[in-house]
């Protein structure tokens, strides 16, 4: 009988230790689960950020309202292309290749005029104060003259005029293309013009300017002359101009140069001077560092 109640009390607490003892591996096993599951989640989630950083985009695409600050900015940068200057999310569209902005500055109403080129490029970004409608083509960098109202021809070249002659105060209006000034004689009479203008279909050869377009049904060009002298591409012309039914004559020259949409017209009245004289204003006229951006 003792024998009996040993062997019983040896055998539980046999099955006492064995159930201790996968408990403790009941444990260990929930344990390491539960590890291996924090670490799966863990690496998870390293992967789904990883996923996502390189999903994120290098520029974001809409950057709010345009302002004056971001303009100037862009004036500043060079070889502008079209999704420098289209990347706002308040552009405006006026088919395939115009765009614009409207905002204000200081309480005046500006403009941002864009057009792209068929092939692309960036042929126009004019700011236009909407109050006098003067205009400036930003990759200029003559901002600040337009935002104080002092736009002239300065702002693209300078010229050493006969004595007496002057140069005009600038006109939008003038020329029907950006505007320019006229060249007035010591009574204050018009002899000619000086003038912005854009979309006359140059041709070049080995840098040279050999030809240009008729930008005018009025305008008939009687001869044309490449001048290899000046810096600055240029064509003299002799050219006859009818307005309200009268012909005149103009020594004409235009400058160019390859890839810029933007041309500079200088002409006047042949009666006031001659073809030699002509060359000798024309080789006193220097550019601005940007007048052909």
Avoid at 166 to 172: A, E, H, K, M, P
């Amino acid at each position: 009988m003792r024998q009996t109640k040993k062997l019983i009390k040896l055998n539980l607490l046999i099955l006492i230790l064995l159930f201790c003892g996968c408990g403790m591996n009941i444990e260990k096993t929930q344990e390491s689960i539960s590890n291996d599951l924090g670490n799966e989640k863990i690496e998870q989630s390293e992967e789904l950020l990883q996923s996502e950083q390189m999903d994120l985009p290098e520029t974001s695409i809409v950057q709010g309202q345009i302002s004056m600050e971001d303009i100037i900015r862009l004036s500043e940068k060079e070889n502008l292309t079209v999704e420098d200057v289209t990347e706002w999310s308040d552009i405006q569209s006026m088919g395939t290749n115009d765009f614009y902005y409207e905002f204000s500055y200081e309480g005046v109403p500006y403009r941002l005029d864009i057009i792209e080129d068929s092939d692309g490029s960036l042929a126009s970004v004019r700011l236009v104060d909407m109050n006098t409608y003067l205009s400036i083509d930003i990759r200029t960098g003559s901002i600040d003259n337009l935002l104080a109202n002092v736009v002239s021809v300065s702002d693209y070249l300078t010229i050493s005029l006969p004595d007496g002659w002057t140069v005009g105060d600038y006109d939008i209006y003038l020329g029907g293309h950006f505007g320019g000034s006229q060249i007035l004689d010591k009574q204050g009479n018009s002899v000619g013009d000086i003038l912005i203008m854009h979309g006359l279909n140059p041709a070049f050869s080995s840098n040279e300017l050999i030809d240009i377009g008729n930008y005018d049904n009025n305008v008939c060009f009687l001869e044309k002359e490449a001048l290899t002298q000046i810096y600055v591409p240029c064509i003299l012309t002799l050219m006859s101009e009818e307005s309200e039914g009268v012909k005149r004559e103009y020594r004409c020259a235009y400058f160019a140069q390859e890839g810029c949409d933007i041309y500079y017209q200088i002409k006047v009245n042949s009666d006031y001077i001659s073809g030699e004289e002509m060359i000798d204003l024309l080789e006193t006229v220097v550019f601005t560092e940007r007048a052909f951006y």
